[in-house]
């Protein structure tokens, strides 16, 4: 992940949240509890995409994309559909 440049990270960490938003949005507010993240911070949806964006921003420019993963595959769901393609593929 190390070479990963920030446009690249940015572009990924928003499109797991954007995924979420488009694909499963009743599910939304279940993983945004999961990473941590404070809807009550924002001051309008217009806000949304620098403070998810803060969440993982590690310095200027940089982002722990490591993490924004980290945090998607251990979410339940998705940690169970890889526990569930493992055993699959054990087989």
Sequence with gaps: MDQTSSEEAKAIIMGIIHDFLENDPDRFLNY???IGFDLTI???LDDF???WLGQYRIGKGRYDLERAL???NTWPPIA???ARRRRAAQS
Excluded: F, K, M, T
């Design 80 to 82: 169970q559909e890889i």
């Design 42 to 44: 924002l001051r309008s």
């Design 70 to 72: 980290n945090d998607l």
């Design 49 to 51: 995409d620098a403070a």
């Design 32 to 34: 945004v509890d999961h």
